[in-house]
T-cell receptor, first 115, second 110 residues
Framework: ETGVTQTPRHLVMGMTNKKSLKCEQH?????MYWYKQSAKKPLELMFV???????ENNSVPSRFSPECPNSSHLFLHLHTLQPEDSALYLC??????????????FGPGTRLTVL | TQLLEQSPQFLSIQEGENLTVYCNSS?????LQWYRQEPGEGPVLLVT?????EVKKLKRLTFQFGDARKDSSLHITAAQPGDTGLYLC??????????FGSGTKLNVKP
């Protein structure tokens, strides 16, 4: 409904697995974001892409690897995760002037559980 | 480090009551957004305010941006069970940086 879709909606993985989260936006935006939402903590910005270029990496561990092949698609590759990485991972998109922050629109999220 | 504080953290009221939730910061933002999030779903945008002192109304919801663009409030009139959810504020600044508060969890009982 918001124009941002995420797959899968739920994912359970072991610590040695490799998996990928996918996000697609149909809003014609040129900025995309990954956030982590854990219980009782504010949304944590992980990565920002503007025009397919990564412009923000908020000290995220290397076991999370983003990929942005074009302005409409964003991936988050996961490998050797820890149980504390279990959370709701949210993708968002927005227009960007490159200067001011524009309103973000969120996808429904992927609920990740690491065993 | 930017910090947005939301209050109260939890609020449980009866249908028909009025309520106000607050979002405060010591920093100035170029814009401020309010979202509502339901369990297991992503946040859904309610409103964006950009001008100090701005007031926006969305049916029974009234949003206000402080004159100094550091704080905001959300007032709900005659709350309904459908208003139940997590209300998040987010401050935006240059170069697409956004900072979220930890939210107010609202429960409206029938």
């Amino acid at each position: 409904e918001t124009g941002v879709t995420q797959t899968p909606r739920h994912l359970v993985m072991g610590m040695t697995n490799k998996k990928s989260l996918k996000c697609e936006q149909h809003l014609g935006h040129n900025a995309m974001y990954w956030y982590k939402q854990s219980a009782k903590k504010p949304l944590e910005l992980m990565f920002v892409y503007n025009f397919k270029e990564q412009t923000e990496n908020n000290s995220v561990p290397s076991r999370f690897s983003p990929e942005c092949p074009n302005s409409s698609h964003l991936f988050l590759h996961l490998h050797t995760l820890q149980p504390e990485d279990s959370a709701l991972y949210l993708c968002a998109s927005s227009h960007t002037s490159g200067i001011e922050a524009d309103t973000q629109y969120f996808g429904p999220g992927t609920r990740l559980t690491v065993l | 480090t930017q910090l947005l504080e939301q209050s109260p953290q939890f609020l449980s009221i009866q249908e028909g009551e009025n309520l106000t939730v607050y979002c405060n910061s010591s920093s100035v933002f170029s814009s401020l957004q309010w979202y509502r999030q339901e369990p297991g779903e992503g946040p859904v945008l309610l409103v964006t305010v950009v001008t100090g002192g701005e007031v926006k109304k969305l049916k029974r919801l009234t949003f206000q941006f402080g004159d100094a663009r550091k704080d905001s409030s959300l007032h709900i009139t005659a709350a309904q069970p459908g208003d139940t959810g997590l209300y998040l504020c987010a401050g935006g600044e240059r170069f697409n940086k956004f900072y979220f508060g930890s939210g107010t969890k609202l429960n409206v009982k029938p």
